[in-house]
């Protein structure tokens, strides 16, 4: 209750000094974006609006007279009249004829937006909560997209930065003047996949997979964040999207599918426990600790502690099978396709050993395989 | 029909009063009494969702986490949506309904009395049982209004079954209303008033009562669905099951869309009581009002995946619904520019109804607007789910159903309880509300087409300065109605002068033929009307 009081106090204070933020803006209408289906969208969205604006100052400029010049404190003398048919018909039949002269432009860009034809790469989107994941379905490799920003500027502890909440660890990287199709689909609850400048807003339903296409122009750093409410984090799962030069793109994939050559030769190597613990810290911070908390106390009932549980300190077999196959039923994900065998056997270790838990016990990425493989 | 009535037509007990202390309220079937126990228990809802809309801006009014977890504001904004929608606004028409169509139709009562009490105490039991779930293991319902599946299903918390429940007795309650009001409006309007005849509140309440009765047991079905997926094992909604979510959403909506008209056309109705009033002239194309409102509840059925354009439906099923949507614009249009040409030449005077009245009519035309650009499927593209979704539905049902119902409040108080109200301190309620409610909703016409995400507790920093305007109006608001809570009690306590039977000179209907305070016993003998 006193926390409540001081911060009600602060938020009190915060009414009279100037906004923090240096960077505020008065945005008031939407961009035109980066793309045709984006721009064709723009001037969709500022026709009807300029006919909403015609219409009110008709409506409003009518209704505004009476109420200036017809009034019973002037002596008005109200008339008696209360049908009048061409009128009502007029009424009814232009704004019908308005009404099918937006439908036209609309339909045409709906059917744009809908041609997902002649893709010239496929990429596969998929929500988590509360994160992205991006496989190239061409190059066969795969990498997930997480909040960049600290707990530290969420709680008021550090100055937020100019990108603050629309910022990930590994943006989406796309090359330009290239159609890319997007193939979106979520593992859990439905999500839904929205870049302002891209034109592009699809759901992430889980058994589903939509598709939207976008070819970008521009290079450029193109931001967005997930628009349907999946739980708890729905606010902290911004989408980036990079627009490279071709010939960066190519560099760039090269290299992602070269990192993933060796990520699978990680998997056979030996690993010592200061190395797993100090791989399943990192890996433990980004795919776990939102629920489970970094110092491990969780958020009961529904996010349990691991500091000091049995499943964390005693019985290895559930703590494997909790963590690759989730637990159906809760919030609690399915790993195993999340993360490589490393990361699975770095962050199990790490469990079972950080926060006091001490168990000296350590689990190798090939025993994970085996693992996976006994399933 | 008249059969019923005219068997009590000297019956010696006609001026009896009510029962006294608290069994009156428990038991009684009186129309007036659990009218005025619909509208206090809708003012104590609005009250109650109203401080969780406090806690929301509190919490957006800077960016960064400082007031709540964002567990506890999802379960804000839900709490927020389920409370207005099935708490405030829906018992605020019943209560008015209760009150008025039988004195506007020279009914004794309405037609089932008995039904009447019950699906009024329906009501605080449903409600306690979903605000308990706040206090629950694991919170209460934190899935948006909207609880779609299945976030609300194998991801909700565990009190969702009370939530079920909940609903499934506000349903039962609703469709006990609902057949009431037709029952009445059927059998039990005075001789010579033909169905042409009634007025408006009572027809857009006839056709909300068929609304109701039509979409309450789809959601009773959607609700029960949700059941069966956490509680019994089935896969209705669980893909990993062979279930679909996206039916999940075509279901709830083919309730949700009829509903939302549900909550606006007795306001409709009720503005078009009130505008003729204060205009001193007859109500313009009644007939084309009543041939609209029905345009409206049939075309309702028929587009209610507009609120799913980005869920990925087939392209005819998009052009279908866009073009379904535009189209309520039509009769729509007819309805505004019907209360323009009303106000059009008449003598006009601004008492508080009027004002609300009239407000109403500006506010929700420019909630039209936005509808009409979120119907514009490539465009819904960008505005779905922001916030100019939520200032247009804010706009729509805001100065639509929540002004409609202070200027019902208004505009009948003096026949309620036989005292003018305050008139200086109505129109300070007016202005503050009127001002609050812009500062609070049309900033977020901007936020959205910036590119805000609804229901998040945290924003971007170039969402600060909207934010913050948003938040200072929707406190300025939230105040502002303890002051139509004085107005009210102040009323009801008699401080004020004495109402004569018809304190507004261009009021027309029955109603008025009653003295002030109306009689607990009203038209216990048929008026006739010509």
């Not at chain 1, 017809?70 to 704004?95: C, D, M, Q």
């Not at chain 1, 045409?108 to 496929?122: N, R």
């Not at chain 1, 058994?207 to 964040?225: H, L, T």
């Not at chain 2, 924003?459 to 303890?482: E, K, R």
Request: charge should be negative; aromatic fraction near 14%.
């Amino acid at each position: 209750m006193r926390v409540q009081l001081s911060r009600a106090g602060s938020l009190m204070a915060g009414l009279f000094l100037v906004p923090q933020s240096a960077l505020a803006a008065w945005e008031l209408n939407m961009t035109p974006g980066v793309t045709d289906v984006s721009k064709d969208i723009y001037s969709l969205h500022m026709i009807i609006f300029w006919i909403c604006v015609a219409i009110g100052v008709v409506v409003f400029g009518v209704m505004f007279w009476s109420i200036i010049a017809h009034r019973k404190s002037k002596g008005y003398k109200p008339a008696n009249f209360h049908e009048h048919t061409w009128v009502e018909v007029l009424w009814t039949v232009i704004p019908f004829g308005i009404l099918v002269a937006m439908a036209v432009p609309a339909t045409g860009t709906l059917l744009d937006i809908y041609d997902t034809k002649d893709a010239d790469i496929d990429i596969q989107v998929t929500g988590y909560q509360w994160k992205w994941q991006y496989s190239y379905l061409d190059k066969e490799f795969s990498f997930f997209s997480n909040l960049a920003t600290s707990k530290e500027e969420i709680y008021n502890r550090l100055d937020k930065n100019e990108n603050y909440l629309l910022e990930v660890d590994n943006p989406l990287v796309i090359p330009v003047d290239t159609k890319v199709r997007f193939m979106i689909t979520s593992k859990d609850v439905i999500h839904s996949w929205w870049v302002p400048d891209l034109g592009v807003k699809k759901d992430a339903i889980p058994g589903f997979i939509n598709e939207s296409w976008a070819r970008v122009e521009e290079p450029g750093i193109y931001r967005g964040q997930c628009t349907e409410l999946c739980g708890k984090d729905h606010g902290f799962m911004p989408v980036v999207v990079k627009a490279v030069p071709k010939d960066e793109y190519e560099e760039w994939a090269a290299k992602k599918v070269a990192a993933a050559e060796k990520e699978r030769r990680l998997t056979s190597k030996d690993w010592s426990l200061e190395e797993l613990m100090e791989r399943g810290e990192g890996v433990y911070n980004t795919a776990c600790a939102s629920c489970h908390q970094a110092d491990g106390s969780g958020a009961p009932p529904a996010f349990p502690a691991l500091k000091d549980s049995t499943v964390a300190t005693e019985n290895m077999d559930q703590h494997l099978d909790i963590v690759v196959n989730g637990v159906s039923g809760t919030a609690m994900q399915a790993f195993g396709e999340q993360l490589s065998e490393v990361d699975l056997a770095a962050v199990i270790t790490y469990e079972r050993n950080a926060w006091g838990n001490d168990t000296g016990e350590k689990v190798t990425p090939k025993q994970i395989l085996d693992y996976k493989n006994a399933q | 029909m008249s059969a019923v009535i005219d068997t009590h037509d000297h019956s010696h007990d006609e001026h009896h009063g009510p029962a006294k202390g608290f069994t009156r309220w428990l038991l009684t079937t009186n129309h007036k009494d659990i009218g005025s126990m619909y509208l206090i228990f809708s003012f104590a809802m609005f009250l109650l969702g109203g401080s969780m809309a406090m806690v929301i801006r509190a919490e957006l009014f800077q960016p960064g986490l400082q007031i709540v977890e964002p567990a506890f504001f999802n379960q804000m904004t839900t709490m927020h949506g389920l409370i207005m929608v099935f708490g405030a606004v829906m018992p605020a028409f019943v209560g008015l309904a209760n009150w008025m169509i039988p004195m506007m139709v020279g009914a004794p009562d309405m037609a089932l009395p008995r039904m009447n009490n019950w699906s009024f105490w329906l009501l605080p039991a449903a409600f306690l049982i979903l605000v308990s779930t706040l206090f629950m293991e694991g919170g209460g319902p934190n899935f948006g209004w909207t609880f779609y599946a299945p976030l609300s299903t194998t991801y909700g918390p565990p009190s969702t079954t009370f939530f079920i429940f909940a609903i499934h007795i506000m349903g039962i309650s609703s469709i006990m209303g609902a057949i009431n009001v037709i029952a009445t409006i059927m059998n039990l309007r005075a001789p010579g008033m033909t169905l042409m005849k009634m007025p408006l509140f009572v027809w857009t309440w006839l056709i909300t009562a068929f609304l109701l009765i039509a979409v309450m047991p789809v959601l009773a079905g959607v609700v029960t669905m949700m059941l069966m997926d956490i509680n019994f094992g089935t896969s209705f909604f669980d893909a990993a099951g062979g279930g679909d979510p996206v039916l999940f959403q075509h279901v709830f909506w083919f309730f949700g869309h009829p509903e939302v008209y549900i909550m606006i056309l007795p306001a409709f109705g009720a503005v078009s009581e009130i505008i003729p009033a204060f205009s001193r002239k007859p109500l313009f194309g009644y007939a084309s009002m009543v041939y609209a409102v029905a345009a409206i509840a049939l075309l309702s059925f028929v587009v209610w995946a507009h609120h799913m354009f980005t869920v990925g439906l087939p392209i005819a099923g998009q052009l279908f619904f866009m073009y379904c949507t535009m189209l309520i614009a039509v009769p729509t249009g007819v309805k505004v520019f019907n209360w323009v040409a009303t106000m059009f030449r008449g003598a006009l005077s601004f008492e508080a109804p009027m004002l609300f009245a009239v407000a109403f009519i500006i506010l929700f035309t420019i909630g039209g607007f936005s509808g009409l650009m979120l119907a514009i499927a490539p465009a819904d593209f960008q505005y779905h789910d922001t916030y100019f979704v939520v200032a247009h539905f804010h706009y729509v049902l805001v100065p639509g159903a929540i002004f409609g119902i202070f200027a019902s409040a208004y505009f009948w108080l003096p026949k309620w309880t036989g005292t003018m109200y305050d008139e200086t301190l109505a129109k300070t309620h007016f202005w503050m509300s009127f001002i609050g409610m812009n500062l609070a909703f049309f900033p977020m016409h901007f936020l959205g087409l910036a590119g805000m995400p609804r229901r998040i507790p945290d924003y971007a920093l170039q969402f600060a300065d909207f934010n913050m305007i948003s938040s200072v109006g929707a406190f300025m608001f939230g105040a502002t109605q303890l002051l139509f809570l004085y107005i009210v009690v102040k009323c009801i306590r008699g401080g004020g002068e004495k109402a004569p039977a018809k304190p507004w000179d261009g009021a027309e209907g029955l109603e008025w033929t009653l003295p002030s305070p109306a009689p607990y016993h009203t038209f216990a003998t048929p008026p006739e009307v010509k």
